[in-house]
Structures are given as structure tokens and as C-alpha cells.
């Protein structure tokens, strides 16, 4: 067998080797570089056939995960100095030193989108000048076309640097979400097991998975903060020199929402703050519930678990509920404000000025109106949304990265001692004085007090006993300083090897298990396995001590797993040794074999402190410390201790042969014992879909992979998803409001326009019927049933969407607990946890954000087509070619999107479950000083991840780039063809058509955009209600 340096965690699928970065290929040729063709080759793969992990090209070296740390850490680093003179921390700081350039370029892009989106307009107004006159000169012809040329290049120009700030932006937050989910990880590695004990693998996980998500949208829209207001100015000068004060009424209507969203973002951060709060203790018993499934199984308690998350879940979607109502208030506004800017504005000038309300007016009005909103309305308003809920995630990652860390004390690490005492003689001993700590926050309950023993060369085997919690995992805890003392004092000469309580093994074979990163000696490796009874063991496993143990080591038994954990610590070679209980998991024969051969054989010269309830082998001890409620009853020789604690009873406190369930320290995060499987399992007792070998052992399946979707998503999962949340009557209501919605929106631009055309030198006054009064009251009637419809329709869909996260949730979760064992031992604990985290936040979360504003630019789409058709039937064949282009775009796109999306997706578990493995093997991790290479395991994942990520966000861009180029093909047709028919046309159909032709184009590419989006997330639901499991255990028309 061939020698191992270092031991992988678990089996490495990484494509990044293998990736082939086209972006070098491609380094010296500008065109391909701006406009992203070097993901080309890609696209047409991904045409293909489905993309796999190999397909995917490598992440730019700036987006590398130990990159992105270690240049964060720098910064970060002079911050924490502050905390020595007093001062806070400034994560915002160190986060500027590292991004700085990102924001201003980002900056820089979004001014001129803005710069050519005013100069659209302007040119809008001038082209339909050219349509009013009656007789237009050639030099007028001329100018016309000059116009529409200029208004084409600028909608190419909005195309362009639309398209990079938003690529700017999105990569500002996702290389913050790297630094910082890398960030997080290292964290933990570095606190102490007190810290741990106040916090939950719960929050650890939602932190890493939920709140570093909320700055791939605040990134990408935070400068809309800034040049909304600008925008405003700007356009409120503008709309001065057209219809003069009465401009200042559009400007109150934009500058109003300021303190409205205020208003509302006070309400929304505090409830945020509250569903984050429900959403960790959630996803805390999620993890609970699945660590100790055994023992819920084992006691029937399935049905008490669902109504215990029913209820959380049920207090997180009331706080839901409440911040949903307040973004109605906005959106509600939203909604409406541009027809009561139009409406206002155009009554204000009419009554005030006594001017006739004429084409370039209206048009120029509104075309700077409908920018500005996109602006400082839209975005605007999405900004605050993603800035209020980046804050949130800002302080729980800036209070998490401020906690206590654990002391550094290198004395007693392995790797620090390991070579010294191959040279040098150790005189190995452990000394402890008055020694007392305490896991509780104030530190008013001590968990021990006043303990004192010495082991050293002379009395190396300590036996450590007493009763369930009586502080034994504890005084282990602070030999390791993993727990710091409140008073006396701990010293360790020598390294130390650690055997847990609760068998800590990863997903890798058996040997990398037991050899955890030190170098393979057959010598030595064999006679660990023979003193740890592993060898028949071993030999029973399909590939020998090759074989894949699953994570939680889910292919062995209960006993095989201690005595993987205990070999571990053996073959370390340390000079002394902490075992936490390894004889309670084996039968007795085991017992004596590992206590004989092991203990008192490998072991013989070495310090041994072994915390035992196997009072038999006390006798072959040097000493006995006897625990009594975090007090040292007895501190003796073993005769001693037999002689009195028969006199005094106390071997009734410590006499157990074997705990059912693994005992915890006071600060454990986990509320749920783990049950402890026997050595053998009997044939009566396997699961019917295990085999059994003739020995007697349990041959369990190794980890499944994760199944990925292929091919677009079926319409049957948006239908389900949707009649889940209302059902086949109140779902076609909301959909027949949000028609109403629009067909409102539809018909107050179109009475403005007539409104246009009473007053045009072109038309027949004798066609008007209504004066300008009747008009304003007419047209304020259609604002006021705007505003009424348009909050019914969002309080409706909200309560739809709710409803539906809910029902999906609470199904997913009653056929987890109807799972089989098999299932929870072949799905690793973060693959299941990201669905519950995750998946679930998408749903109640970003599901919402995306799919209204895909539903509300769907919908304006198909009226925007019939209004301009009727306007200018040209305009219908060049809808019908924008559509069907659009069409075939967008099902090259999503044929690689969607397998990008889901290699992303799926990418994401092994970095949970790497997580919550870490977490829970932290002491083992720190005491063989392998944090180093937990921290380089967590950055492959990382990078793996990063590779799909890096290639949504580039394809995003590619898409959306192209989709804009047929938009403003589409705008230059509508330009150039008005030009020739302008004896048949007059300048407020013209105006119209172009207007429309503006909006269908920014609003096409944007619901296509957004409905590629919208499927991407609900790739959630289709994830979270296909979680189908089969052989469950019992019905499901027994749950309630």
C-alpha cells in the first residue's frame, strides 16, 4: 500500500485543475472581453449536452478564496488593533481597503448609463418635433435622421453600460460573500468551546449560508442610493424648461418616497431582525432533529419534533407576514407613482400656465419620467430593500467575527511536539491546582470546582469516573483549553492525543480516519489497528481500511466508529492522552481488548487520563478521581477508592456498563443525544434494506449523491408551487387583479396621449368632446382605482406566496420524519440542512422580490404590444421579430444557465457539511492541530462553488447583453421607419409608438432577464417539494 502524506477530508470532485480558462484565450481582444464572447464555447456546449463539474472553466484568480481572505485579513487586522486603545472594530473600513476600486469603476458606469438615458429623451422630444410640422423641409428630414440615429446609439449605450455597472456590482458582492463565508469558517475554527456553547451550529450555519447571500443584491444596487437623487435633480431641471413649476410637483411625488420607505425600512430592519432570530432556532432544531434522529425514532417523538418546528415555523412566517405588509406600502406606490406624477404635473401646468398640453410634452415628460423611476424609483427602492437586509447580515457577521477566541497555547499541540520528542526526552505529566470553570455566561454555576490531580511518569493511568454530568467531559475540556480556567491553574508537559466522547469521524476512507494528516507507517499503523480491535473489523469492509466511511461515518457501527476515534489518537504518538468514555460504544469482550491491549499496552508509557463508567478496570489504574456534581469527591488509589466508596456507597453514583446515550458537557450545542449503536447488530435488528455480513456486521450503504434536476423546469412545479399557496380559486383572482392592474396602467397613458391629441395642429378639434377639466377628473379617477387595485393585488400575491412557502415547508418536513434511518445515513446532515435553510430563505425571501417584478413587466409586456400595435401597426412586426428572437435567445441561455444554476446549487452543500463537521469535531481538530488543513478543505469547496457562481453571474451579463442589442435593433426600426411615413402620421402616434418602443425594449429584456431569474430560484421549490422519500415509516394521513 502506498505511503499518504496528508489525509483528505473527503473525496475531492473538483474540476478546478481541469477547467479551462477561456478568458486567457481571449485576454488581447477588447471586443471579446466587453461583450463576455469568451464564454461562447460554453453556451454552445451547454447546447449540447449538460454541463458537468469538468465543463466549467476556473474562477479568476481574484476570486480565489484564500486570496480574498488573506487580502481582507490584512485590513481586518489593523482594525481589531483598535479594540487595545478602546476602540471598535470598523468592518466597513477594512471592507472599503479591500474594494475600493471596485466601487468607484462601479460608480463611473452607472453615471453614464444615466448620462444616456437623459440624452434619450431629450432626443425623443426633438425627433417628435419633427412630426409636428406640417411641410417638413429636407434639412428637416435630415435632423429627423441625425435624431434617430443619436437615439439609437443611446439605447445601444444604456445597453453597454447597463450591462458592465451591474457586472461591477453583482462582483462586489459576490467576492464579499467568498471573504466573508471563508471568513466565518476561520472564525470558528478560532473560538473556544465556551463561545461555541452560547451560540448553536444553528446560527453558525444560517450565517455562512443565508446572510452572506444578502450582498450579491445590496452590491449590486447600493450606488442607486446616490444617483437616484442625481438623476432627480437633473430631471427636474429638464422638466422645468418643459412645462416649468409645475415640474416641482413631479419632484415632491419622487422625493416623497424618501421618508415613506424611511418609514417603512424602520419597521421592516427591526422585523428582519426577528425572523433572522426565529430562522436560526429553526434551522438549529432542524440540525438537532437530524443529529439525534435515532433517538426520536427509537422514542416515537416524530410527532412532538413537527408541532415544535410547526410552531417556530409558524412564529418565522407571522414576523414574514409583517414585513411583507410593510413592502406593500411601497410597492403599492411604486405602482401608481408614475400615474400620478403624469397626472398631477400635466393638471398643475394646464390650470396654471393656461398652455395647451402638446406631443413633445407629453412624450418628453414621459419618457423622463419612466428613466427616472427606473432609477430612483425601482432601484432605488430595491437598494433600500437589499441595504436593510445586508445590514442585518453586516452586524451578525461583524458580532460573530468579534467573539472570544480560543487561547493560544502551543506547548501541548501535537505537530508543535511531535519531532522535539522524537530528539528530546519529555517528562510527560499533567498537573491540576484548584482548578474550577464554568460554561454558563456569567459564570455564576461553576461546572467544576476546586479539582487537583497529578499524572506524570510514576502513576501514568488515571481513571476519571462519576455520574452523567458531573463535570468529566469538562475537566477534559479545560486539559485541552478548549475552556478556559476561572481560577487555579492547568499545566501539560507533553503533547496531547484526544479520543472524544462522541465519535468524531469525516467522510474519507478508514485509514485517512486514523492517520488524520501524519504520515503512513505500516508498522506502527498495524499494531494501532490490532490493539484497537479493528483488524477483522477492517477486513469485513468491501475495500479494507480503503473503504469510504460516509460522513458522520454512517458505513460503521456505533462501536467501530469509538474505536476508528480512539485509533486516531493512538497512532498520533503523543505523550499524553485524554479519553473521554471510547469503552461505552463496544460490547464487554471489546472492552477488555481495548483496555488490555490498548490502554495498557500501546499506552503503557504514556500519560493516560481515561473518563470511564467501566468501574472493573479501576483496579489496573494508578489513581481515581471521583466527580461528583463538578466537585472532587475522592482523589486515591484504586484500593482506596474501592474500600471507601463501598463504605460510603459512591459506586452507585459511577456504576453504569453502558450509557444508552452519549452524555453532554453543559455547553454543548446539541440538545439531542446521539444514540450509540451496539458493536454487532443481530439480523432481527438491521434495516431490510442494509446487508448483513455473516459476522455479524452491519454493511451500511455509503453517502448517495445528490440528484440533479436536468432540462428546464416543468410548468406542473409552477402550477403546484402556486396552487399550494392559493388553491384553484383564490390563485386565478390574484392573477385576473394583476391584469386589472395593468390594463389600469395601460389606459391612463393612453387617455394622456389622446389627451395630446385634442390639442395637435394636425387633428380635427371638432373630435374632442371633453374639455381639460373633464380630462383631469377622468384621468385622477383612473389614478385613485391605480392605487386601490394595485395594494389589493400585492397583499393578495404576498399572501399567496406566504401560504405556499409554508405548505411546502411543513410537506418537506413530514416526509424527513418519515424517513427511514437509511435515508439520514446515506444524506449527509448539510445536504439536508441547506434545503431547510437555503432553499426555504429563497422562497420566503428572494422568490418574492423576483418573481412580482417578473409577473409585473410579463404582463406590461403583453399590453405595452397590444397599446403600440394599436398606436402604429408597423410596430407589430417588429414586436413579433424582437419576440421570437428574444425567445430563441433565451432558450440558448437557460439550456446553460439552468445546469450552471444547479452545479451551483449543488456545490453549496459540501461546504454546510464541512461546517457543521468542523464544528462538531472542533476540539479534535485544534487538539491534532489540523486547522490549517480544515481551513484549505473549506477553501476547495469554496473555489469548487466559486467556478459555478463566477460563470452564472458572466452568462447573466452575456444574456442580458444581447437581449438589450435586439432591444435597440427594435428602437431603431420604430426610429428610422416613423421617418419616411410622417405625412401619414401625427406627432402624438409617433410619440406614442416611440415611447412604447423605449419601454418594450428596457421592459422585455428585463422580464426575460427576471424570468430567468425567477426559474432560477424556483429551482428552490422544485428542490424542496421533489424531496420525495420512499419506504417512508409511517403514513402520512396520521399527521396532523
Not at 617 to 644: H, N, S
Request: with cysteine.
Amino acid at each position: 500500500m502506498t505511503d499518504r502524506v496528508k489525509a483528505k477530508w473527503t473525496p475531492q470532485v473538483s474540476a478546478t485543475q481541469q477547467a479551462k480558462d477561456y478568458r486567457t484565450k481571449f485576454k488581447y481582444n477588447l471586443f471579446f472581453r466587453l461583450f463576455f464572447c469568451w464564454v461562447d464555447p460554453l453556451f454552445c456546449l451547454g447546447s449540447k449536452r449538460s454541463l458537468e463539474f469538468n465543463d466549467l472553466y476556473a474562477h479568476p484568480s481574484e476570486a480565489d478564496s484564500n486570496y480574498l481572505l488573506n487580502k481582507f485579513n490584512k485590513y481586518w487586522f489593523v482594525e481589531l488593533q483598535r479594540k487595545e486603545r478602546g476602540q471598535s472594530p470598523r468592518l466597513f473600513i477594512a471592507w472599503l481597503k479591500c474594494f475600493w476600486w471596485k466601487v468607484i469603476l462601479h460608480g463611473v458606469l452607472i453615471s453614464f448609463n444615466v448620462a444616456c438615458m437623459i440624452t434619450l429623451s431629450e432626443l425623443l422630444g426633438s425627433l417628435v418635433d419633427y412630426f409636428v410640422i406640417e411641410s417638413p423641409t429636407p434639412d428637416d428630414t435630415k435632423m429627423a435622421l441625425l435624431f434617430a440615429m443619436g437615439i439609437t446609439l443611446s439605447s445601444l449605450g444604456i445597453m453597454f453600460f447597463h450591462a458592465h455597472h451591474f457586472h461591477q456590482g453583482f462582483l462586489t458582492g459576490f467576492y464579499t460573500k467568498i471573504m466573508f463565508t471563508g471568513l466565518i469558517y476561520k472564525k470558528t475554527l478560532q473560538l473556544s468551546q465556551a463561545t461555541v456553547g452560547k451560540l448553536s451550529v444553528g446560527h453558525i450555519v444560517n450565517l455562512a449560508s443565508n446572510d452572506v447571500h444578502k450582498f450579491d443584491e445590496a452590491f449590486a444596487r447600493y450606488h442607486f442610493l446616490w444617483i437616484g437623487p442625481l438623476h432627480v435633480m437633473v430631471v427636474t431641471y429638464l422638466l422645468y424648461i418643459e412645462v416649468q413649476w409645475s415640474a416641482f410637483v413631479a419632484t415632491a411625488l419622487l422625493v416623497f418616497q424618501i421618508p415613506l420607505h424611511l418609514t417603512v425600512l424602520k419597521f421592516f430592519s427591526k422585523l428582519r431582525f426577528k425572523a433572522a432570530k426565529m430562522t436560526d432556532r429553526r434551522v438549529k432544531v432542524m440540525n438537532e432533529v437530524i443529529s439525534g434522529i435515532r433517538v426520536i425514532k427509537m422514542y416515537a417523538w416524530e410527532y412532538a419534533f413537527r408541532d415544535l418546528v410547526a410552531t417556530i415555523r409558524r412564529t418565522e412566517l407571522f414576523i414574514v407576514l409583517k414585513y411583507y405588509l410593510c413592502l406593500s406600502v411601497s410597492h403599492t406606490y411604486k405602482t401608481a407613482l408614475n400615474a400620478m406624477i403624469m397626472f398631477l404635473t400635466f393638471a398643475v401646468y394646464v390650470n396654471t400656465t393656461g398652455n395647451e398640453l402638446v406631443p413633445r410634452k407629453v412624450f418628453v415628460t414621459l419618457s423622463l419620467i419612466t428613466f427616472v423611476r427606473f432609477t430612483s424609483v425601482r432601484f432605488f427602492i430595491m437598494a433600500t430593500h437589499n441595504i436593510a437586509d445586508a445590514r442585518v447580515a453586516w452586524i451578525r457577521i461583524r458580532k460573530f467575527l468579534l467573539l472570544n477566541e480560543q487561547e493560544v497555547n502551543a506547548n501541548f499541540r501535537l505537530k508543535n511536539s511531535c519531532k522535539e520528542s522524537q530528539s528530546v526526552k519529555i517528562h510527560k505529566s499533567v498537573t491540576v491546582q484548584d482548578l474550577s470553570a464554568s460554561w454558563s455566561m456569567d459564570n455564576e454555576k461553576l461546572t467544576l470546582q476546586n479539582i487537583s490531580f497529578t499524572v506524570n511518569e510514576e502513576k501514568p493511568l488515571l481513571a476519571v469516573v462519576g455520574s452523567v454530568g458531573c463535570g468529566k467531559s469538562t475537566l477534559l475540556q479545560c486539559l485541552l483549553k478548549e475552556l478556559p480556567a476561572l481560577q487555579g491553574s492547568v499545566a501539560v508537559n507533553g503533547s496531547i492525543g484526544y479520543a472524544s466522547q462522541e465519535a468524531w469521524v469525516f467522510s474519507a476512507t478508514v485509514r485517512d480516519n486514523i492517520l488524520f494528516g501524519l504520515p503512513y507507517d505500516v508498522e506502527r499503523y498495524n499494531s494501532v489497528i490490532e490493539a484497537c480491535a479493528l483488524t477483522k473489523d477492517i477486513d469485513l469492509l468491501p475495500e479494507g481500511d480503503l473503504t469510504l466511511v460516509g460522513e458522520r461515518g454512517v458505513t460503521l457501527s456505533g462501536g467501530q466508529r469509538a474505536r476508528v476515534n480512539l485509533a486516531r489518537a493512538v497512532y498520533c504518538q503523543a505523550d499524553v492522552y485524554l479519553l473521554d468514555d471510547p469503552l461505552s460504544a463496544v460490547d464487554p469482550a471489546v472492552s477488555k481488548h481495548l483496555f488490555d491491549k490498548c490502554i495498557c499496552g500501546l499506552l503503557s508509557d504514556k500519560c493516560v487520563i481515561l473518563v470511564t463508567h467501566q468501574i472493573q478496570y479501576l483496579k489496573q489504574c494508578d489513581a481515581v478521581l471521583a466527580l461528583k456534581e463538578g466537585k472532587a469527591v475522592m482523589y486515591d488509589t484504586p484500593t482506596c477508592f474501592i474500600r471507601k466508596s463501598n463504605d460510603s456507597k459512591l459506586l452507585c453514583h459511577v456504576q453504569s456498563t453502558n450509557e444508552a446515550t452519549s452524555s453532554k458537557t453543559q455547553g454543548s450545542n446539541f440538545t439531542i443525544g446521539q444514540f450509540n449503536e451496539p458493536d454487532t447488530i443481530s439480523l432481527s435488528d438491521k434495516p431490510q434494506d442494509q446487508s448483513c455480513s455473516k459476522s455479524g456486521i452491519v454493511q451500511k450503504p455509503a453517502l448517495s449523491e445528490e440528484e440533479r434536476a436536468h432540462g428546464s423546469l416543468s410548468m406542473k412545479t409552477y402550477i403546484h408551487y402556486f396552487i399550494a399557496g392559493g388553491g384553484y380559486i383564490f390563485t386565478p383572482i390574484v392573477v385576473a387583479i394583476f391584469i386589472l392592474t395593468e390594463v389600469n396602467v395601460v389606459s391612463a397613458d393612453w387617455w394622456i396621449a389622446d389627451w395630446a391629441d385634442c390639442n395637435s395642429e394636425n387633428l380635427n378639434q371638432s373630435t374632442c368632446l371633453l374639455d381639460d377639466n373633464q380630462r383631469i377628473g377622468i384621468s385622477g379617477a383612473f389614478v385613485v382605482s391605480l392605487i386601490i387595485i394595485g395594494a389589493l393585488r400585492v397583499i393578495l400575491y404576498f399572501i399567496l406566496l406566504l401560504n405556499a412557502a409554508k405548505v411546502v415547508h411543513n410537506n418537506m418536513f413530514a416526509k424527513v420524519l418519515r424517513a427511514p434511518i437509511l435515508f439520514f445515513d446515506t444524506n449527509p446532515i448539510g445536504r439536508v440542512l441547506n434545503r431547510f435553510s437555503k432553499d426555504i430563505s429563497f422562497l420566503d425571501d428572494r422568490l418574492l422580490y423576483s418573481s412580482i417584478d417578473y409577473l409585473d413587466i410579463l404582463v406590461q409586456f403583453l399590453a405595452t404590444i397590444i397599446t403600440a400595435s394599436v398606436a402604429n401597426p408597423y410596430i407589430l412586426i417588429a414586436a413579433v421579430a424582437l419576440f421570437v428572437s428574444s425567445l430563441a435567445l433565451r432558450w440558448y441561455y437557460l439550456k446553460t444557465a439552468r445546469d450552471i444554476k444547479r452545479l451551483e446549487a449543488l456545490a453549496l452543500s459540501p461546504m454546510y457539511s464541512h461546517l457543521s463537521l468542523t464544528i462538531r469535531g472542533l476540539s479534535t481538530i485544534r487538539t491534532y492541530s489540523m486547522e490549517d488543513e480544515a481551513m484549505n478543505q473549506f477553501h476547495e469547496f469554496q473555489n469548487q462553488h466559486t467556478q459555478a457562481a463566477y460563470l452564472y453571474i458572466v452568462t447573466s451579463r452575456w444574456f442580458g447583453m444581447r437581449i438589450d442589442t435586439i432591444s435597440a435593433i427594435f428602437i431603431a426600426i420604430v426610429s428610422f421607419v416613423s421617418i419616411p411615413l410622417s405625412s401619414t402620421l401625427n406627432a402624438s402616434l409617433v410619440g406614442l409608438a416611440l415611447t412604447y418602443a423605449i419601454s418594450l425594449s428596457g421592459s422585455f429584456q428585463y422580464c426575460v432577464r427576471q424570468s430567468a431569474e425567477f426559474e432560477g430560484l424556483m429551482i428552490s421549490a422544485e428542490r424542496v417539494m421533489a424531496y420525495e422519500i420512499s419506504d417512508a415509516e409511517f403514513p402520512t394521513k396520521h399527521a396532523k
